[in-house]
């Protein structure tokens, strides 16, 4: 049992005289472990819950700028895991537009997009990236349309792979909660569709690129949660998009041009 097992089995409270910067940052080396069993096992859940519960408070811009400049580490885990802490980071209130540059750099260009490998274990570079896409677009201190952009140009990146692991799920959940952010105009909410537009105008007959699956099905999940309503957390009420009626028929109109058998 490592210790950070034995932290969690321990309520995940902070051993008595214990150094507390150099806790943090052998988590922060922990969340870039090759072995799954470390990265994303007690230590994933002693950082998450150190820094929902305050204990790295004093530690959170040295780890907000540490997980910002891995997004560019040659290690796929290491980037992906940087991206799903700095959404920690930032949902708990440090932020530097710095870090935004750095990830909308990185997630739009990241070209390894497995949800799963058999020896390095969870990596959900498209998934922990739209974590943090959700949470920079409903903070107040980034432009909502910036990170709609963002998200489209994930979805239309060129690539061979086609999404597997729910990460079209998690990256139409992200886009949903931008869209649930309190007055936005018609036009934020509905201008990063042009985007997709034009480029599913230039698609020709054949098979379906990746590209374009992996779109539609994310502005799928983006439709229905503009009909439901969307949660921010689980057991919370649902939110409705702020310009609910605009994104469900600009979202009808982008996917029927796609979809030979709608009328």
């Given at each position: 049992?490592?210790?950070?097992?034995?932290?969690?089995?321990?309520?995940?409270?902070?051993?008595?005289?214990?150094?507390?910067?150099?806790?943090?940052a052998?988590?922060?080396?922990?969340?870039?472990?090759?072995?799954?069993?470390?990265?994303?096992?007690?230590?994933?859940?002693?950082?998450?819950?150190?820094?929902?519960?305050g204990?790295?408070?004093?530690?959170?811009?040295?780890?907000?700028?540490?997980?910002?400049?891995?997004?560019?580490?040659?290690?796929?885990?290491?980037r992906?895991?940087?991206?799903l802490?700095?959404?920690?980071?930032?949902e708990?209130?440090?932020y530097?537009?710095?870090?935004?540059?750095?990830?909308?750099?990185?997630?739009?260009?990241?070209?390894?997009?497995?949800?799963?490998?058999?020896?390095?274990?969870?990596?959900?570079?498209?998934?922990?990236?739209?974590?943090?896409?959700?949470?920079?677009?409903?903070?107040?201190?980034?432009?909502?349309?910036?990170?709609?952009?963002?998200?489209?140009?994930?979805?239309?990146?060129?690539?061979?792979?086609?999404?597997?692991?729910?990460?079209?799920?998690?990256?139409?959940y992200?886009?949903?909660?931008?869209?649930?952010?309190?007055?936005?105009?018609?036009?934020?909410?509905?201008?990063?569709?042009?985007?997709?537009?034009?480029?599913f105008?230039?698609?020709?007959?054949?098979?379906?690129?990746?590209?374009?699956?992996?779109?539609?099905?994310?502005?799928?999940?983006?439709?229905?949660?503009?009909?439901?309503?969307?949660?921010?957390?689980?057991?919370?009420?649902?939110?409705?998009?702020?310009?609910?009626?605009?994104?469900?028929?600009?979202?009808?109109?982008?996917?029927?041009?796609?979809?030979?058998?709608?009328?």
């Amino acid at each position: 049992m490592t210790h950070w097992d034995q932290l969690a089995a321990a309520g995940f409270a902070v051993p008595a005289h214990a150094d507390v910067d150099a806790l943090a940052a052998d988590l922060a080396e922990a969340l870039a472990d090759s072995d799954p069993r470390i990265r994303d096992g007690a230590a994933y859940a002693v950082l998450a819950t150190w820094i929902e519960r305050g204990v790295l408070d004093h530690q959170l811009n040295w780890l907000g700028a540490t997980m910002a400049a891995r997004l560019s580490d040659p290690r796929v885990q290491a980037r992906t895991f940087a991206a799903l802490v700095l959404a920690w980071v930032i949902e708990r209130g440090a932020y530097d537009e710095t870090w935004t540059r750095a990830f909308a750099d990185w997630y739009p260009a990241e070209t390894d997009l497995r949800g799963y490998d058999d020896r390095l274990g969870w990596l959900h570079a498209v998934a922990h990236g739209a974590d943090l896409l959700g949470v920079l677009g409903r903070d107040p201190r980034v432009r909502p349309e910036w990170m709609l952009e963002l998200g489209v140009r994930r979805m239309l990146a060129e690539t061979q792979f086609v999404w597997r692991d729910s990460e079209d799920d998690r990256l139409g959940y992200a886009m949903a909660l931008i869209l649930a952010r309190p007055h936005l105009t018609i036009a934020q909410s509905t201008d990063w569709l042009e985007l997709v537009d034009q480029k599913f105008a230039t698609g020709e007959p054949g098979p379906m690129p990746p590209y374009a699956s992996n779109t539609i099905r994310t502005l799928r999940m983006v439709y229905l949660l503009a009909d439901r309503g969307v949660r921010a957390e689980e057991g919370a009420p649902s939110q409705r998009l702020a310009q609910r009626d605009e994104v469900i028929g600009r979202l009808a109109k982008s996917l029927a041009a796609v979809s030979w058998f709608a009328g």
